[in-house]
């Protein structure tokens, strides 16, 4: 089995010696003829060089090498380790045993993922089983996004995302955000923030593809009810940043914006990787009335080739009175990521509010 990894290499260290000995020692009191030896032995193997996805793998195969039980008593084994870890990412590696080694006992993986998901969670080994069979797996999940247990009503949302970060993509449910439609619509108004972070991530997930689909779904919602709202408004924050009219209006943000832009200062104006520039400006009223406002900024990033990439960074949400004055200002580090390299050049920034871009500022990056 494969996982793609882009977490920063500290996070493997979770999976670190100290930790290996400590899910032997757990087992050692579990089930007491464990060969904890011969466990360490396999998964401290090339242990430097495997990312922390990789070492959670391992960590399954190494469990799976040494324990001489089939499929349904390792489990029982298993169900009694996992309260017993001191980390809740690192009981993920159990989640990932049931995906490497139960695909033919359907029934019995799939119950014991819904109880792994309350030490941590089975959100990527349960993408195993929607992809080798998606209609039984969903028709579960469906009932799980009712159970009592956040824990469970989270997976049943996370674990159907269509881009789940770390994982593969479940090609089906991109393709058809309908077939997780009903999962949806049974969270939409859920207690838990961790339950609503989730819907809010599946539906950012399926705007990359199906942006219409997912306004049409959140317009029928009641959103009058704080929860609904609230997922709404983050599910829909990737065409927000896009300025895009349906959505800024489902947060109350689709008029155009009577405002006007001053003092826009970028602070200092040459800049060296790893020095902080400071955005500031003020957004002025020019009406009566009180707007609602969006308010975002967007730097285009120079590429390698001297051409820019956009992106579009989140401000604040206001609700500004007649002939005010909201004073804003941001600090943002100028570093390289995983996901972006700096290159030298002016890179420009623009202040965005409620979509429209109104002007702004530049600075030169130094590499």
């Known amino acids: 089995m494969s996982t793609t990894d882009t977490a920063a ?9 100290e930790r290996l000995q400590h899910i032997a020692d757990e087992m050692s009191t579990v089930y007491p003829a464990f060969k904890s030896k011969e466990f360490l032995k396999h998964a401290n193997h090339g242990l430097a060089e495997l990312s922390v996805m990789q070492r959670m ?6 469990l799976h090498a040494v324990l001489p039980l089939n499929y349904e008593d ?27 080694y139960g695909a033919h006992a359907f029934d019995t993986s799939m119950d014991t993922l819904k109880y792994l998901t309350t030490f941590g969670s089975s959100e ?74 989730s819907v809010a991530n599946h ?74 520039i400071t955005l500031s400006f003020r957004v002025k009223s020019t009406v009566a009335h009180e707007q609602r406002l969006v308010i975002d900024y967007a730097i285009d990033y120079v590429k390698a080739n001297g051409g820019v990439s956009r992106k579009v960074f989140k401000l604040k949400t206001v609700g500004l009175a007649g002939f005010g004055v909201e004073m804003v200002r941001r600090k943002q580090v100028i570093k390289d990521f995983t996901t972006r390299k700096h290159f030298a050049g002016r890179h420009g920034v623009q202040v965005m509010v409620n979509g429209e871009l109104l002007g702004g500022a530049a600075f030169e990056v130094l590499v």
């Open 9 to 17: 290499p500290a996070l493997k260290e979770i999976f670190n010696a």
């Open 57 to 62: 793998a391992r960590v399954a195969e190494s």
């Open 74 to 100: 390792s489990l029982s084994v298993l169900r009694e380790l996992a309260p017993r870890l001191n980390s809740g990412f690192v009981s993920m590696c159990l989640p990932h045993y049931v995906a490497s």
């Open 124 to 197: 990527f080994a349960i993408r195993y089983f929607l992809r080798s069979d998606l209609e039984r797996s969903l028709e579960l999940m469906h009932d799980w996004a009712e159970d009592e247990n956040h824990h469970v009503r989270r997976l049943a949302s996370e674990g159907s995302r269509p881009r789940l970060p770390w994982s593969f993509r479940l090609e089906a449910v991109q393709a058809d955000p309908q077939l997780a439609a009903g999962i949806l619509d049974r969270l939409k108004a859920d207690e838990s923030l961790y339950v609503r972070k």
């Open 203 to 276: 539906l950012n997930d399926v705007t990359k593809v199906h942006p219409q689909w997912v306004l049409d779904v959140v317009e029928e919602w009641p959103l009058e009810n704080r929860h609904t709202a609230w997922i709404a408004k983050h599910a829909l924050r990737s065409l927000i940043k896009q300025g895009d009219l349906r959505a800024l209006t489902v947060i109350g943000a689709g008029a155009k914006a009577e405002v006007e832009l001053l003092d826009v200062k970028i602070e200092p104006a040459v800049v060296r990787l790893g020095e902080p």
